[in-house]
């Protein structure tokens, strides 16, 4: 069974920085690209950032482009985002989600950043 | 970057009945078209992918269609369980792009 669990949400002060994480499982990771997707409170989704999956290649949204950066550990199975430079418009659950021919496939269940003083 | 603009906002159906859903997008994107529904407090879930692929599990009354710009969710004969907000998004360009979200309620 794929199972994508993020974890890393956190409160966090305007400007600050914080880093999230995605535990996968139940699938062969390294050969998926993967995706961050977020959603504001009472929004809808805004897909942020992906990887290929040998972590060579990534794509980024303008608006998180220079302070978001999106990594991942095949050999643990991971992936990261990195976000610096937070603002409160960063406040959001943020998913990771499986590329499946670049289609989000499978998502996790979600991590809160709030980003407030 | 590709606006999604759906429609309506909120469409609220009777039990057994049709519900249409409408996805444009500012330029063309082929058939790079996917649907997602996303239910009350749960992550979205992958619904038609292709403008008209179901993905797996998804049932029979769900169907896709529409090319280039003009795209159409319809829910054959709607059940509670569909109560949820569906989301459009192109993969046909960078950065991919979600619709706003139209909410079905059940009436």
């Known amino acids: 069974e794929v199972q994508l669990v993020e974890s890393g949400g956190d409160l966090v002060q305007p400007g600050g920085s914080l880093k999230l994480s995605c535990a996968a499982s139940g699938f062969t990771f390294s050969s998926y690209w993967m995706s961050w997707v977020r959603q504001a409170p009472g929004k809808g989704l805004e897909w942020l950032a992906n990887?290929?999956?040998?972590?060579?290649?990534?794509y980024y949204v303008d608006s998180v482009k220079g302070r978001f950066t999106v990594s991942r550990d095949n050999a643990k199975n991971s992936l990261f985002l990195e976000m610096n430079s937070l603002r409160v418009e960063d406040t959001a659950v943020y998913y990771c989600?499986?590329?499946?021919?670049?289609?989000?496939?499978?998502w996790g269940q979600g991590t809160l950043v709030t980003v407030s003083s | 970057e590709i606006v999604m603009t759906q429609s309506p906002a909120t469409l609220s159906v009777s039990p057994g009945e049709r519900a249409t859903l409408s996805c444009r997008a500012s330029q063309s994107v082929s058939s790079k078209l996917v649907w997602y529904q996303q239910k009350l407090g749960q992550a979205p879930r992958l619904l038609i992918y292709?403008?008209?692929t179901r993905a797996s599990g998804i049932p029979v009354r769900f169907s896709g269609s529409g090319f280039g710009t003009e795209f159409t969710l319809t829910i054959s004969s709607l059940q509670s369980e569909d109560s949820a907000v569906y989301y459009c998004?192109?993969?046909?360009?960078?950065?991919?792009?979600f619709g706003q979200g139209t909410k079905v309620e059940i009436k």
């Open positions: 292709g403008v008209s």
């Open positions: 989600a499986r590329d499946d021919e670049s289609v989000h496939g499978y």
């Open positions: 990887i290929k999956e040998d972590g060579r290649v990534k």
């Open positions: 998004q192109q993969y046909n360009n960078w950065p991919w792009t």
